[in-house]
C-alpha cells in the first residue's frame, strides 16, 4: 500500500452491468487499474487470484450477496488485509452498520456520480497504512464473532 | 373499766345488821347454885364454839338432856320470810321421822301457834281421852306430855323465832326459862348471821344479775339522787356520762356538756313538773362527737328508807329520726318519679299515636290493654259501623287474637309474623308484618306484649316495582352485552384491520424502499454518465450539447430528490426510521452543511453569512437527522431569494437549547400559509407551471424529523421582507 494511488487495483463488485461498466470505464479513466466481478462468489474468486488494493462491493448480489462476500473476505488472511468500499442504493437505517458489522472499511450510497466514488476510494487508500491494518484486524475479530 | 362499777354506788345506801352478841353477857341472870351456874357457863361457852343453827340446837338439847334430864326434846325454828316452822334439832326421838316434823304458823288452830304468837310456856299433859286427843296438835311426842316453850323472838323484827318441844320433866320453870331464853338469843344470832350472809350472797348473786341485764340494755340507764348526781348508771350511760383523766379532752368535754344537758333536763324543777315524762335530749357522742338525739324517759322512785332517786332512760331516736326522714325523702322521691311516670307514660302515649304504624299492648292474659290510633281503626268498631265493617273488625281482631295467643304460648321473646287482615274503611286486603315483643318484669314475670303492625302493602308494591326495575335492568343489561359483544367484535375486527394496515404499510414501505432502490440503480448509471461525458471523459463536450447535458443532470438530481424524499416520509411513518444519537459540534456541522450546498451557493451569487456562538458546546442527538434539516432549511432559502442573502445562525438558549436559524431575503411567506407550508406535497405556488421546483415534501420531513429529536421548527416571515426559519434542539444528555 501506497500513499500514491495511481495504478492501485480496484475490484468492482456490480451485478448491474451499465453501472459496472460506468464505474470502471470512469476508474480507468481516472488512472486505476480495475478487475470486475458479478456477484459474491466471482468477487472471492477475483479477490484471492487478482490481489486488489481495494474492493468496491455491491451489498445486494445475486449468488452470494455482498454481506456475505465481506465476512468471507475478511474472514480470510489472504484478503483480510483488503478494504472494502460497500456500495448500495437501499438507504434504509441499518443498512450501512449492517455493512461496517460485516466487515466494510467505507460506506457509499448509490446513486454516486463517478467522481464522487473516486474521491471515496482516494480517500480509503490514503489513510495510513497501519490505521488501514488496525481497522482491517478489528473489523476481521467483529466478522468472526458474527458468524 | 370495772365490769360492775355501778355496785360500789348501789353498796352506798344499803344498811348493816346491828351486832347483837355482845349483849348477851348482860342478860344472863345469876345463877343461886354454884353447880347450876357452872353448868350453864358451860351451856355459854358451847355456845360460842357453835357457829351453825343446827349444830347449835343440837348441842343445846344435849347439854338439857344431860343437865336438866330431858330425855326427848325438839327444837323447831322458822327459817326466814317462811311461815312454817320446821325441826332442826331432835333429842330421844328418831332422827328420821323427828326432823320432818313442822308446824304451820297459819293453823290458827294449833294450841302450838298460839303458843308462840303468845310467846307463853304451854304445858300438855299426857293424854287422857279422845276428846283431850282431838285438843292436842300431833307431835313426835304423841300422847306423851310436853311443854312447848317459845324461843324468844327475832331481834330485827317481832316475829316467832322458834319453839322448843321438851318432854315433861320435874323441873324448874325457872331454868327452861333461861335455857330458852340463851338458847333462843344464841339461835337468833346465828340464823340472823346466817340470813345475812344468805342474804348478802344472794343480794351478790341479784345485784350481779341486774346489772348484766341493765348493761345489756343498748339504751343508756341510770339513776340519779334529786340533785341530778349520778348513782348508778349502765355501761352505754357511762361512755356518754362519765370520762376518766386519761381520756382525750375532746371526749372529757363531751361528757361534762352530756352531764350539764342531763342535769338540766332533770332538775327537781322540770321532774316535778313533768313527772313520768318523755322528752328528747340532744347528746354528743364522745366517740366522734356526732350528735344523739335521745328520748328521756325519768321516773321518780319514792323509797323511804334511800330517799327519792330518779330512774332515767334514754332512747336513742337518732336512728328513728333519720329513719322518718328518710322516709319523708323516699315519700319525696315517690312523688317525684310518679310525676315522671306520668310525664313519661303521657309522652309515650304521645309517641305511641304519632306512630302511623298500628300499635297494640296486650297484658299476659291476652286482653288489649292499649292501643293506637291507627291500632284503633283497625281493631275497634265505630258506632256507625256498616255490617261488612263489623264483620272485618272482628275478623282482624280474630287474626290478630290467634298471633298473640301463638306468641303467649311460644317461649320466643320476639316474634316476627304476617298476618292477612283487612282494612275496615276500605274493605281492601291489608296484609301486615306483625313484630312482637314479650316485656317481662324483673322477676321473670311476662307483664305484657307490645306487637306492631307494619302495613306490607306498599313494600309489595314496591317489591313488585322493584322486580319490574330488576327485569328492565337485566334486559338493559343483556342489550349493553350485547351491544358491548358488538364492540368487541368491531374491535377484533378493527384490530384486525389495523393489523392488516400495519402489514400493509410495512409492504408499502418495503415496497418504496425496493421501488427506490430500483429507480436508483439506472439514475445512478444516467447521472454518472451525465456526469462523466461533462467531465470530457468521453471527449470534450461544449456549447449546446455541454448546456443540455447539464439539463440532463439537473432534472435527474431532481428526481433522486424526489424519490429520497418520498423514501424519507415512508420511513418516518413506518417508524423505521431509528434514531443514531452522537456527540458532535453544532459549527462544526453548519460549516459541513454550508459546504455541500457550496456549487449552489456559488451559482446563486448570494451571500451565506455564517453567525456561530463559538463557545457552544456539543450536543448530543442524530447528527446526520439535523444535517438533513439544515441542508433542506438553507436550499430552500437559496432556492426562495433573489436578492441579499441567507444567514445561518447557532446559539445557546437557556435550558440547555440550541437555536439554529437560517434567514434569508427572500420572497417571503404571507402569514395564513406559515402553517401549510409544513404539510406533506405543500408548494405555495401549486399550479402545474410553477417557478420553483422541488416535491413539497422538504418542510414536512424537516418537521417530522425535529419532532423525532424532540425539537421543532418554525417560522418569522413577511411577503417580500424574507423568512427565518428557527430549529430548536435540546443539547441531549449531558
Known amino acids: ?147 | 373499766m370495772a365490769p360492775q362499777p355501778a355496785l360500789l354506788v348501789a353498796a352506798a345506801g344499803r344498811p348493816r345488821a346491828r351486832r347483837s352478841g355482845a349483849a348477851l353477857g348482860t342478860r344472863l341472870t345469876v345463877a343461886s347454885n354454884p353447880n347450876r351456874a357452872a353448868a350453864r357457863l358451860r351451856l355459854l361457852e358451847g355456845f360460842l364454839q357453835r357457829t351453825s343453827v343446827a349444830d347449835c340446837a343440837q348441842y343445846a338439847l344435849g347439854w338439857l338432856n344431860e343437865v336438866g334430864g330431858v330425855a326427848r326434846s325438839l327444837c323447831l325454828l322458822r327459817a326466814g320470810g317462811e311461815s312454817s316452822l320446821y325441826t332442826v334439832a331432835v333429842c330421844g326421838f328418831p332422827r328420821a321421822s323427828a326432823m320432818a316434823f313442822s308446824i304451820s304458823l297459819e293453823d290458827w288452830s294449833n294450841p302450838l301457834v298460839t303458843a308462840i304468837v303468845n310467846r307463853r310456856e304451854t304445858h300438855f299433859g299426857a293424854v287422857q281421852g279422845v276428846t283431850d286427843r282431838r285438843r292436842r296438835p300431833a307431835t313426835p311426842f304423841e300422847d306423851a306430855p310436853f311443854r312447848a316453850i317459845p324461843l324468844g323472838v327475832s331481834g330485827f323484827a317481832d316475829e316467832p323465832l322458834g319453839l322448843l318441844l321438851v318432854a315433861d320433866a320435874t323441873r324448874s320453870s325457872n331454868d327452861d326459862a333461861w335455857f330458852a331464853g340463851a338458847l333462843g338469843q344464841k339461835l337468833d344470832q346465828l340464823l340472823r348471821h346466817e340470813a345475812i350472809s344468805d342474804g348478802d350472797r344472794r343480794q351478790g348473786r341479784e345485784r350481779s344479775l341486774l346489772y348484766s341485764i341493765i348493761n345489756a340494755v343498748t339504751d343508756p340507764i341510770l339513776l340519779t339522787d334529786t340533785e341530778g348526781r349520778l348513782l348508778i348508771a349502765n355501761t352505754r350511760a357511762l361512755t356518754l356520762f362519765t370520762a376518766s383523766e386519761e381520756e382525750s379532752e375532746g371526749r372529757r368535754g363531751a361528757v361534762r356538756m352530756n352531764n350539764m344537758l342531763l342535769s338540766s333536763a332533770l332538775s327537781s324543777k322540770a321532774i316535778e313538773e313533768i313527772g313520768a315524762a318523755r322528752r328528747e335530749l340532744l347528746l354528743v357522742n364522745p366517740a366522734d362527737g356526732s350528735d344523739l338525739l335521745f328520748e328521756l324517759l325519768s321516773t321518780v322512785t319514792e323509797d323511804p328508807r334511800h330517799g327519792t332517786g330518779v330512774v332515767s332512760i334514754l332512747r336513742n331516736v337518732s336512728d328513728l329520726r333519720r329513719a322518718s326522714e328518710e322516709l319523708e325523702e323516699n315519700y319525696r322521691k315517690l312523688r317525684v318519679a310518679e310525676v315522671q311516670a306520668r310525664a313519661e307514660s303521657d309522652r309515650l302515649n304521645l309517641i305511641i299515636d304519632s306512630v302511623a304504624d298500628p300499635i297494640v299492648v296486650t297484658d299476659a292474659e291476652g286482653q288489649t290493654s292499649l292501643m293506637n290510633e291507627p291500632a284503633e281503626r283497625l281493631f275497634t268498631l265505630s258506632q256507625r259501623a256498616s255490617a261488612v265493617q263489623q264483620r272485618l273488625v272482628q275478623s282482624n281482631d280474630a287474626h290478630f287474637s290467634s298471633f298473640i295467643t301463638g306468641m303467649l304460648v311460644s317461649a320466643d321473646q320476639r316474634r316476627v309474623g304476617e298476618i292477612g287482615l283487612s282494612d275496615p274503611t276500605t274493605g281492601e286486603a291489608m296484609p301486615v308484618e306483625a313484630i312482637a315483643g314479650k316485656i317481662v318484669s324483673e322477676h321473670g314475670e311476662l307483664t305484657a306484649v307490645v306487637t306492631i303492625l307494619h302495613d306490607r302493602r306498599e313494600a309489595i308494591e314496591k317489591g313488585k316495582l322493584y322486580e319490574q326495575l330488576k327485569q328492565a335492568s337485566s334486559e338493559l343489561e343483556r342489550k349493553v352485552q350485547a351491544a358491548t359483544a358488538d364492540i368487541a367484535q368491531q374491535n377484533e375486527l378493527l384490530r384486525r384491520q389495523a393489523i392488516e394496515l400495519e402489514q400493509a404499510s410495512l409492504a408499502k414501505t418495503q415496497f418504496l424502499a425496493n421501488m427506490s432502490h430500483e429507480f436508483r440503480t439506472p439514475l445512478n448509471a444516467m447521472l454518472g454518465y451525465t456526469s462523466m461525458l461533462l467531465q470530457g471523459v468521453a471527449g470534450p463536450v461544449e456549447g449546446a450539447v455541454k448546456r443540455q447535458l447539464g439539463r440532463i443532470e439537473s432534472n435527474g438530481r431532481h428526481l433522486l430528490t424526489i424519490i429520497n424524499e418520498i423514501l424519507d416520509i415512508s420511513r418516518i411513518e413506518a417508524g423505521r426510521m431509528p434514531l443514531q444519537i452522537s456527540t458532535f459540534s453544532v459549527p462544526d456541522l453548519v460549516i459541513e452543511v454550508k459546504a455541500e450546498l457550496e456549487p449552489i451557493i456559488l451559482r446563486s451569487r448570494l451571500t451565506v453569512t455564517l453567525d456561530l456562538d463559538k463557545d457552544l458546546r456539543p450536543i448530543a442527538t442524530d447528527r446526520q437527522k439535523v444535517k438533513q434539516i439544515l441542508l433542506n432549511l438553507l436550499s430552500n432559502a437559496l432556492k426562495f431569494t433573489h436578492h441579499g442573502g441567507v444567514t445561518i445562525s447557532a446559539e445557546r438558549m437557556p435550558e440547555r437549547i440550541v437555536k439554529l436559524t437560517v434567514r434569508d431575503t427572500g420572497i417571503g411567506i404571507a402569514r395564513g400559509d406559515q402553517d401549510r407550508i409544513f404539510e406533506d406535497f405543500r408548494q405555495l405556488d401549486n399550479s402545474p407551471t410553477r417557478a420553483y421546483g422541488g416535491t413539497g415534501l422538504g418542510l414536512s420531513i424537516c418537521r417530522r424529523l425535529a419532532h423525532m429529536l424532540d425539537g421543532h421548527i418554525t417560522v418569522e416571515s413577511k411577503v417580500g421582507a424574507g423568512s427565518a426559519f428557527t430549529l430548536t434542539l435540546p443539547m441531549g444528555r449531558r
Open chain 1, 1 to 147: 500500500m501506497t500513499k500514491n494511488t495511481e495504478g492501485a487495483r480496484v475490484l468492482l463488485v456490480d451485478d448491474y452491468p451499465d453501472a459496472r461498466e460506468m464505474y470502471s470505464e470512469y476508474l480507468e479513466f481516472s488512472g486505476f487499474q480495475v478487475v470486475e466481478a458479478a456477484n459474491g462468489m466471482e468477487a472471492l474468486e477475483r479477490a484471492l487470484e487478482d490481489h486488489p488494493d481495494i474492493i468496491l462491493m455491491d451489498l445486494s448480489l445475486p449468488v452470494m450477496d455482498g454481506w456475505e462476500a465481506t465476512r468471507r473476505l475478511k474472514a480470510d488472511e489472504r484478503t483480510a488485509h483488503i478494504p472494502i468500499v460497500a456500495l448500495t442504493g437501499h438507504a434504509l437505517a441499518g443498512i450501512s452498520e449492517g455493512a461496517k458489522r460485516a466487515g466494510c472499511d467505507a460506506f457509499v450510497t448509490k446513486p454516486c456520480l463517478p467522481e464522487d466514488l473516486v474521491k471515496e476510494i482516494r480517500k480509503v487508500l490514503g489513510e495510513p497504512s497501519h490505521a488501514a491494518a488496525k481497522k482491517v484486524r478489528r473489523s476481521a475479530k467483529h466478522a468472526k464473532n458474527v458468524n
